[in-house]
């Protein structure tokens, strides 16, 4: 079955980049995710890539994807206080209706 | 309508007890899909609702668990004769037709069986 590997920490100071990285298995993924999940909060999207693309940025967020490697990441430029929270990388395969297949989460600490 | 609500937020029951939590999702989604997150895990698929069927459950779906959507708006998901196993967050999720399958979660039930 699908299987969605990450680091479960990392910590980084204030103004670093900060790169979070996901494995995964399903080699037919169509769309890879990372979710942000802060205490007590919901997981909200941050952002998305499809899988025939290589790069996706979006304004602080670099998506990195390299399908032969089935290797993903998450860079957070200039991270601040407000990143810390766990970070999800999550896939949609074609198997299934539409099953999406989270990671364990990488706690993000941003130290001041 | 600002997002996906969840209902109760945290629920405490003995074992051997049944629980029911509510999702409602954002109102015009059709698509709508319960979670299960545990302690120090990403979310566990559970099962996945188009409109009011019921179109993909997970082997995680015991028989003592059972969802329902009836009218195609909001779900319930039952647990019957709870575990101290059962014990996790519940995150329901709703999507619409965008083109990149974007689920919206809402903040989840958080159940506690002593």
């Known amino acids: 079955g699908e299987d969605v590997e990450q680091s479960l920490f990392l910590s980084v100071r204030e103004g670093d980049s900060s790169v979070i990285n996901c494995t995964y298995t399903d080699s037919s993924s169509t769309y890879l995710y990372w979710y942000k999940q802060e205490p007590g909060a919901g997981l909200q999207l941050l952002t998305y890539?499809?899988?025939?693309?290589d790069m996706k940025q979006d304004q602080r967020l670099t998506v990195l994807l390299n399908k032969k490697d089935k290797h993903l990441s998450l860079r957070i430029a200039d991270t601040q206080t407000g990143d810390s929270a766990i970070y999800f990388c999550?896939?949609?395969?074609?198997?299934?209706?539409?099953?999406?297949?989270f990671g364990t989460g990488t706690k993000l600490q941003v130290i001041p | 309508d600002t997002g996906v609500s969840q209902d109760p937020r945290h629920k405490i029951t003995k074992r051997g007890q049944n629980v029911t939590f509510r999702c409602d999702p954002i109102?015009?989604?059709?698509?709508l899909y319960w979670y299960r997150q545990t302690l120090g895990q990403g979310p566990e698929f559970l099962t996945y609702f188009q409109n009011e069927a019921q179109l993909e459950k997970s082997r995680l779906l015991s028989d003592r668990f059972s969802a329902e959507r009836p009218k195609g708006s909001f779900s319930t998901l039952e647990i019957q004769r709870t575990e101290q196993g059962d014990s996790a967050m519940y995150l329901c999720?709703?999507?619409?037709?965008?083109?990149?399958?974007?689920?919206?979660f809402g903040p989840g039930t958080r159940l506690t069986v002593l």
């Open positions: 109102s015009e989604h059709n698509r």
């Open positions: 890539i499809f899988s025939n693309m």
């Open positions: 999550a896939e949609k395969g074609t198997g299934g209706y539409q099953k999406v297949t």
């Open positions: 999720a709703s999507r619409g037709g965008g083109t990149y399958n974007e689920q919206f």
